[in-house]
């Protein structure tokens, strides 16, 4: 008896860190030199003043914080125009940036300063019934603020690891499930599934853009799961580079929807069953 509850306890906690690897599936590590990933521009990706959104992503920084180490951007190599940019800034914190076609700046701060070595998830809203801008740190609300913003329409391509400002500070680290919402994201859904994966991307009409690098090690492409099939490329191109990020197997804290947790527990220890 005492036998069949040690084994049964160790089946269990096995297929808990099954389905965890499971779940994240693999990454994408950024040497902080030159690796960028990039999604061209699109009309789903812009994002204009009079449009809500919500931007969001796990990262974990593997270097020393420094000016602005870029996770997500959208801007050209000019100083002047429409952008929008999230990083972690020299003094700590994430941040994002917004500029307006006029040049009109805002900053919002995600609080406390990054640690390295340790997986975060970043949510950046925009509500434009409220006219707020929010910043979410591992589904808390960390900072919320008015926007003034006038115009804003950013038409350059979409970067994760990067930007086009050449004075730029790359990324290093790992990213993993980065996710692009037409809507505000309410305090709640942010909360409730910043940690989870989403099952069934089609199913959320609202979901412009879903990353989660999931790919084979060697795909150039790197997919969009939701509707939009907003696809892009390891690097500048789809041609093996020494600006490709590098797949590995993910170790971000997710974890599956609720209603998918109980299948994937099921299904992982059957593999076990039958691989013993
Ligand atoms: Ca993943
Ligand atoms: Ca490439
Ligand atoms: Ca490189």
């Not at 990324?171 to 505000?184: H, P, T």
């Not at 790197?222 to 789809?238: A, P």
Request: aromatic share 10%; glycine share 8%.
């Amino acid at each position: 008896m005492f036998r069949w509850i040690v084994s049964s306890f160790i089946v269990l906690a096995c297929s808990a860190s099954d389905v965890r690897a499971s779940v994240a599936g693999n990454a994408l590590y950024f040497d902080g030199v030159d690796d960028l990933v990039r999604i061209p521009d699109a009309p789903h990706l812009r994002f204009d003043n009079q449009q809500s959104f919500t931007i969001e992503g796990w990262f974990n920084l593997m270097g020393a914080i420094n000016d602005g180490r870029k996770l997500i951007s959208k801007r050209d190599s000019s100083t002047t125009v429409a952008m929008i940019d999230i990083r972690i800034d020299e003094s700590g914190p994430v941040l994002a940036k917004y500029r307006d076609t006029a040049g009109v700046v805002e900053i919002i701060g995600g609080g406390s300063t990054v640690q390295m070595d340790n997986w975060y998830h970043f949510a950046v809203r925009k509500d434009a019934d409220s006219d707020t801008w929010s910043m979410f740190i591992n589904g808390d609300l960390k900072s919320t603020k008015p926007t003034l913003l006038g115009d804003m329409t950013p038409y350059a391509d979409l970067l994760f690891g990067e930007t086009e400002y050449p004075a730029d500070v790359n990324f290093v680290g790992v990213m993993d499930e980065v996710r692009i919402w037409g809507s505000a994201r309410t305090d709640s859904e942010i909360a409730q599934h910043y940690d989870q994966i989403i099952g069934d991307p089609h199913s959320q009409p609202d979901l412009v853009g879903y990353w989660n690098f999931d790919e084979l090690p060697d795909d150039q492409q790197v997919l969009d799961s939701s509707s939009f099939e907003h696809f892009g490329s390891l690097g500048n191109t789809l041609v093996v580079g020494v600006d490709d990020p590098i797949r590995i197997v993910s170790t971000a804290p997710l974890v599956p929807e609720p209603s998918t947790a109980l299948l994937f527990g099921v299904a992982s220890i059957a593999a076990l069953r039958r691989r013993r």
